[in-house]
């Protein structure tokens, strides 16, 4: 079988979208399956996804019909899945690549505004180094712009706590160069778990910012590194508020009635005392590992308790393509029908 950067040069010499974004931008991109003869694998696919067979042989199973794939027959078209359970199963060993297309097309269209900036240019560089670009997805051009003019250096230290569970949010922050730990509290007690290594081109520090509340991770540095500051004022002005779309109680409910699709993001105990009839429970903690089961076509209006933690649901979905707008006032002031179970 071969390696991932193998995949990415097979898919690149075959597949004229890819070849203008970078490499480390594609490994994030596909994901791969390697296959041995007999072995299958079943995609359950709500958003849309293309499939790639990047060698060997597969059958494609769909309503009780197989289909042989090979290189050849997809690597220039791919298969593309729109919606339900789709299976391949291997003829000899064998390797799929998967890419979800939405994704690729921000990609595309990130790739050309970087390339209109000049290579040589201070903007670009910082652009090419973010590892995950999405939070400036739905941004003008120019507020990323301004975003970087505004940016202000930090050498932080080995050990030091950028901050901490329960503090005021001030500053948002990109890591320039260094690493630095996440700790967040369990979704049912207090205890901080090491949730992920924060590495060079990351950014952390949004969340409590776009609910105005407090922190509720804990930033540790591992070693001497470089950060960039953007001030809470600049974030409120360039990020947040172009990124997130609020509307009333009778709106919110007009949009239901018209088809949108509603979704809960509290604790599982807080939807069990009251809920909003229709919903969809995910809270906010697990949005992120579980935006792949929402529909990348619906209208999703997000509720919490008070609006607060809708807000920065809302502004995840927008950053994955999706279209989600936050409830004001959350159940809290809903006047319309709402659920107590017993």
């Known amino acids: ?8 040069r097979v898919l690149r010499d075959h597949y004229p979208p890819l070849t203008g974004i970078p490499e480390a ?34 059958g494609q199973h769909n309503d009780g019909v197989e289909t042989l794939l090979n290189p050849q027959s997809t690597l220039t078209r791919p298969v593309c899945l729109t919606g339900g359970d789709v299976t391949f199963s291997a003829k000899n060993p064998s390797i799929l690549g998967r890419i979800n297309p939405a994704r690729l097309d921000f990609l595309l269209s990130w790739e050309s505004l970087r390339a209109d900036t ?80 924060l590495t060079t081109g990351d950014y952390f520090g949004e969340e409590a910012l776009v609910t105005g509340g407090q922190r509720n991770a804990r930033i540790r540095m591992i070693e001497d590194s470089s950060l960039l500051i953007l001030e809470k004022r600049d974030f409120d002005e360039l990020i947040n508020a172009p990124m997130i779309e609020r509307v009333s109680p009778k709106v919110a409910n007009a949009m239901l009635e018209d088809g949108a699709r509603l979704l809960d993001v509290r604790y599982e105990d807080e939807y069990e005392m009251e809920y909003i009839p229709g919903c969809t429970l995910v809270p906010l903690l697990e949005l992120r590992e579980r935006v792949s089961e929402l529909e990348s076509g619906s209208e999703y209006v997000v509720y919490c308790h008070s609006g607060k933690r809708s807000d920065v649901a809302a502004m995840i979905l927008r950053q994955h393509k999706l279209h989600a707008v936050s409830l004001t006032g959350g159940i809290r002031d809903w ?7 017993e």
């Open 335 to 341: 006047p319309y029908q709402i659920e107590y179970p």
């Open 118 to 197: 000049g290579i040589d240019d201070p903007f670009q560089r910082w652009l090419s180094g973010l590892n995950n670009p999405l939070i400036f997805s739905q941004l003008p051009l120019e507020n990323a712009h301004e975003v970087f003019r505004r940016l202000k250096p930090y050498t932080a230290k080995a050990g030091e706590v950028i901050f901490d569970m329960r503090e005021d949010a001030k500053r948002f922050y990109f890591i320039e160069k260094g690493r630095a730990e996440l700790w967040r509290p369990g979704l049912y007690d207090d205890e901080l778990k090491l949730t992920k290594v």
């Open 25 to 58: 931008q594609l490994l994030r991109l596909i994901r791969t399956y390697e296959l041995d003869p007999g072995d299958s694998v079943t995609f359950c696919s709500e958003q849309e996804e293309c499939v790639f067979v990047l060698s060997g042989e597969v």
């Open 1 to 8: 079988m071969g390696t991932m950067e193998e995949s990415v």
